[in-house]
């Protein structure tokens, strides 16, 4: 039996990074504006485009705006939803005064939905942070460990999306630990550039990490790595 891969479908990024061999526990971090929501949308291109069936799930935008987004970056998703290889849902969950424990029933919606999809492989949580960060710690580790365990046991690959800073710094490691790639967005001023950095901290199968690349946001392509001396100059 063949391992399977899942590819971004981008020549720079994938012969950088390399492949993500499936199924995967994936955790995209990194501040706001970082590039976490598009790093997503170029995974799910590449999914879909490797014969994945998908599902998105956002909390920060909405259905039109996820179709926006990617047809924005030359990713028209219309062909993929019509043929029922992507499905998107919204969740709404900012600016709501919810009790604590409604939060953490939000989190077992979470997973208990994943596990009643029998047709999707592949999911994408975009973002989590605020969800995390009104669950308790408990909750949160609960959480990650059924994702885990539906990936182990059921053969589903998972991204989520966080920003850095939600959660304490002894959390974030033991979640990271239980991920099977990793990967650390951030920004830079470079004289009068910003530049966005994505820096492989983990990545299941490969024989080394800390790879470090510059990237931009390029409406033709999606994401564009940068050669080291554009990304100085």
């Known amino acids: ?15 950088k990074v390399g492949v993500i061999k499936t199924p995967a526990l994936c955790l995209i971090e990194g501040p706001n504006d970082s590039g976490k929501s598009v790093l997503i949308l170029q ?104 994702l885990r365990n539906i990936v182990d046991e059921e053969g589903k690959t998972i991204f989520l999306t966080i920003h850095t800073h939600a959660l304490d710094t002894d959390l974030f490691l033991r979640l990271r630990s239980i991920t099977d790639v990793h990967l650390l967005l951030s920004i830079k001023e470079m004289g009068e550039k910003i530049v966005r950095f994505l820096q492989v901290m983990k990545l299941k199968g490969a024989e080394k990490s800390g790879l470090s690349l510059a990237f931009e946001v390029d409406a033709a392509s999606g994401i564009r790595v940068l050669p080291f001396s554009q990304a100085k100059a």
């Open 1 to 15: 039996m063949s391992e399977k891969v899942l590819r971004a479908f981008n020549s720079e990024l994938d012969r």
């Open 43 to 146: 995974y799910c291109y590449g999914a879909l485009m490797s014969g994945y069936s998908c599902y998105l799930i956002t909390t920060e935008s909405s259905m039109r705006g996820v179709r926006t987004d990617m047809s924005s970056l030359s990713w028209d998703p219309t062909y993929f939803i019509l043929k029922g290889q992507l499905k998107i849902a919204e969740m709404h969950v900012k600016n709501v005064n919810w009790m604590a424990e409604q939060y953490s029933k939000l989190l077992q919606l979470i997973t208990a939905f994943i596990r009643s999809r029998q047709k999707e492989e592949i999911f994408f949580l975009d973002s989590m942070t605020y969800l995390l960060t009104n669950a308790s710690t408990p909750e949160i580790l609960n959480f990650f460990s059924v």
